[in-house]
């Protein structure tokens, strides 16, 4: 093999088994997250960044039997979004603020637009130019992840008195 091809670095989360969110590049999905796992990650002397990934909530056919796997670029991963703290279901949603909402299998970025008196609140994504009332335990606060860690940060849990 070429020894002077780069080797590739993988984030540590990216084992065998672990559990991620992953992005799609195609047209229509992109902002938006779906949960899965690793199934095959490149061998160590390999130059590629493809990694194998099982999705679990989108199926390969109608019955929802058969999990979907696919092949994905490494950039595409990251771990699942942190379990959303007390402290931040608390939180007040408020408009304007960057939100994931939970739609159509999978975590989709937008921003809030509008709070209701009901507790519901109107998501705009400006990936497809939609509009749509979600409840407020399917959201959560819009985060990335980048270079190894969420921003914005993680708010610690408060120590319970």
């Not at 975590?107 to 009332?133: H, L, N, P």
């Amino acid at each position: 093999s070429n020894s002077f091809a780069p080797r590739i670095r993988l984030p540590p989360f990216l084992k065998p088994g672990a559990a991620v969110e992953i992005s799609s590049n195609e047209s229509g999905f992109r902002g938006s997250w779906y949960m899965g796992k690793v199934v095959a990650v490149p061998s160590s002397d390999s130059t590629t960044t493809k990694c194998e990934v099982e999705y679990t909530t989108l199926f390969f056919d109608k019955e929802g039997r058969k999990r979907l796997r696919e092949v994905v670029d490494v950039g595409q991963l990251r771990p699942p979004a942190p379990a959303v703290s007390e402290r931040e279901k608390r939180r007040e949603v408020a408009v304007g603020d960057d939100v994931d909402a939970f739609y159509s299998d999978g975590w989709w970025e937008g921003t809030v637009t509008e709070v209701m008196g009901d507790g519901r609140m109107s998501v705009y994504f400006r990936a497809s130019k939609e509009q749509i009332r979600f409840r407020r335990d399917e959201l959560r606060f819009h985060r990335e992840w980048v270079n190894g860690a969420w921003r914005p940060p993680i708010e610690e849990t408060e120590v319970d008195e």
